[in-house]
Antibody, heavy 119, light 106 residues
């Protein structure tokens, strides 16, 4: 059974850093592009970043470019999001998502990890 | 960046009603458009991919159409379990979501 389990969320002050992890199982991790999508409390979905299966290609939303870094360790079946220079507007649930191999859909989602940026 | 304009932001409907949601892209995205359902406290679920293709296991009362910049999502006969928020999402250039449409009980 496919599983995506995020961890690493918490409370951090503005300007601080946090690293999220997403442990994947139940599929061939290295073959799949992966993404981070976030949802601020009571708000809509916002794509954050994506990475190809090999890790060679990475994409970022303008709102996080230069502050967040997506990476993966295929030997550990784990996806990461390093978040630096955090802002209050980064407060959200961060979901890890497996991308469809056939189209640009987020076909499977983890339960998410909450990140709160506040002083 | 491609902006997705979804409407209406919310709607009230009764069981059995036909419900239609629209999504407009700021530039041509061909049929690179997906639709999701999200219930409170749950993760999003993919319903429709590539504008009009039903994801496996999704009831046939859900459908999608459109290409280019204008897309439509329809529930032919609303069921109690369909009350949720629906999002469109494009992948014509990077990825982005519409603002969502909350379908509430009338």
């Amino acid at each position: 059974e496919l599983q995506l389990l995020e961890s690493g969320g918490g409370l951090v002050q503005p300007g601080g850093s946090l690293r999220l992890s997403c442990a994947a199982s139940g599929f061939i991790f290295s073959s799949c592009a992966m993404s981070w999508v976030r949802q601020s409390p009571g708000k809509g979905l916002q794509w954050v970043s994506s990475i190809s299966g090999s890790g060679a290609n990475r994409w970022y939303a303008d709102s996080v470019k230069g502050r967040f870094t997506i990476s993966r360790d295929n030997s550990k079946h784990t996806l990461y999001l390093q978040m630096n220079f955090l802002r209050t507007e980064d407060t959200a649930i961060y979901f890890c998502a497996k991308m469809s191999a056939l189209n640009g859909a987020f076909e499977s989602w983890g339960q998410g990890t909450m990140v709160t940026v506040s002083s | 960046d491609i902006q997705m304009t979804q409407s209406p932001p919310s709607l009230s409907a009764s069981v059995g009603d036909r419900v239609t949601i629209t999504c407009q892209a700021s530039q041509d995205i061909s049929t690179y458009l997906n639709w999701y359902q999200q219930k409170p406290g749950k993760v999003p679920k993919l319903l429709i991919y590539d504008a009009s293709n039903l994801e496996t296991g999704v009831p046939s009362r859900f459908s999608g159409s459109g290409s280019g910049t204008d897309f439509t999502f329809t529930i032919s006969s609303l069921q109690p379990e369909d009350f949720a928020t629906y999002y469109c999402q494009q992948y014509g250039s990077l990825w982005s979501f519409g603002q969502g449409t909350k379908v509430e009980i009338k």
